[in-house]
């Protein structure tokens, strides 16, 4: 794929719509979404990223000479309704690619499935380290928490803190990020003085709270969905344990749903949002399509596997899926993407993720 200025990018995207110069037929890949349940804010912020991206594309002239498309499915956060989705995507439209789906524990089923029909599965917002062993026709575009952890305990220690409580959801997610920070911590010196996983969807999470605060940690280190993280948050709030640092590990994903005047002066790391000349570029586009920014970091990674998809198909002249697996393969050896250079290991994983460190000020989150 070509790429553009800044200015270009962007009056690309404000023209963008259907050229009527397609061949008739359209090229269809999906989505599996969370647009409903506790992720939603962050689904929708995902969406209105793979949207933009199409718009990219269709400005372009398509893909193979005809329209380009993405069917977006709601997973609601269930891994079922997800599984689901994907069936219908693969044994009723038909598509060589979807993408999705959020947490890891949806994602992963999703993608076995997918893996299994020989559909190309591109993971677009999750993290479980067990992902690369999903198979040969699944792409990871954002880094695996292997990286994540290593980077979050380097920065919490870096920032003083010694003795630390965490909180992660008990799902693949969670227990891997619990294990996996406490690992790379501890041997920085540090110490994890209380280690709990909660439970999704619960309406309280007093109980795991004041069990964390009993340890008198210098810091509490956590990582929830939205709208698990708004409960803990606001709770937190309430039983005064915010007068202790609180640290988040994805902060626009722990704050995305949170009120600002209980959100601010967290700080935190996240996955490394749009990257470089392009990044910006992105970033006023999309303002300027939905008339504000985005409110996470998820969102380029849609852009760019829509991008790279449609690349992948121009580059294999097929819409086959097996074909764009291995077009993906060369494409992903430095791909240049709103959230900087994408290159693949040899599981198909992004290697040398970027990562932010942030905090949560004046209502929004910024670089520290």
């Not at 940690?217 to 005064?240: K, S």
């Not at 640092?245 to 209980?262: G, K």
């Not at 991008?307 to 060369?330: F, G, H, P, V």
């Not at 290159?343 to 992004?350: E, G, I, P, Y």
């Amino acid at each position: 794929m070509k790429h553009f200025s800044s200015s270009l990018f962007a009056a690309l995207l404000l023209s963008a719509g259907p050229t009527g110069a397609f061949a008739q037929g359209t090229v269809n890949v999906g989505a599996v979404l969370s647009l409903t349940g506790a992720s939603a804010t962050i689904g929708e912020d995902v969406r209105r990223g793979i949207m933009l991206g199409v718009d990219q594309v269709n400005s372009k002239g398509g893909v193979l000479g005809k329209k380009f498309n993405v069917i977006v499915e709601d997973s609601g956060g269930n891994a079922t309704t997800a599984l689901n989705a994907a069936r219908k995507l693969v044994g009723v439209d038909k598509v060589p690619v979807v993408m999705g789906e959020y947490s890891s524990s949806i994602t992963l089923p999703v993608g076995q499935y997918l893996v299994k029909e020989g559909v190309t599965h591109l993971n677009i917002n999750s993290s479980s380290i067990k992902l690369k062993d999903l198979g040969a026709t699944s792409f990871g575009l954002l880094g695996l928490e292997n990286y994540a952890n290593s980077f979050s305990a380097s920065d919490t220690f870096a920032l003083g803190y010694r003795k630390v409580a965490v909180i992660a959801p008990n799902n693949a997610y969670g227990q891997g990020v619990l294990q996996g920070y406490k690992e790379a911590f501890e041997k920085l010196g540090g110490k994890v003085v209380t280690e709990v996983l909660y439970a999704a969807g619960q309406s309280t999470y007093r109980r795991e709270l004041e069990q964390m605060s009993r340890s008198n940690p210098d810091a509490f280190v956590y990582t929830a969905y939205g709208q698990e993280a708004a409960v803990i948050n606001r709770e937190a709030h309430d039983l005064g344990l915010r007068k202790t640092p609180w640290y988040a590990i994805l902060l626009s994903m722990c704050v995305s749903d949170t009120p600002p005047e209980i959100a601010n002066g967290q700080l935190g790391m996240e996955l490394g949002a749009v990257q470089g000349p392009a990044g910006k570029a992105y970033a006023e586009a999309f303002t300027t399509k939905y008339k504000e920014g985005f409110k996470t970091a998820y969102t380029g990674y849609g852009y760019d596997a829509v991008l790279m998809t449609a690349a992948a198909m121009e580059k294999a002249r097929s819409a086959d899926a097996a074909a764009i697996q291995a077009a993906l393969k060369e494409i992903g050896q430095s791909y240049a993407g709103v959230t900087g250079v994408i290159s693949f290991d040899a599981n198909r994983q992004r290697l040398n993720p970027p990562y932010d460190r942030l905090k949560y000020e004046n209502g929004k989150i910024a670089q520290r």
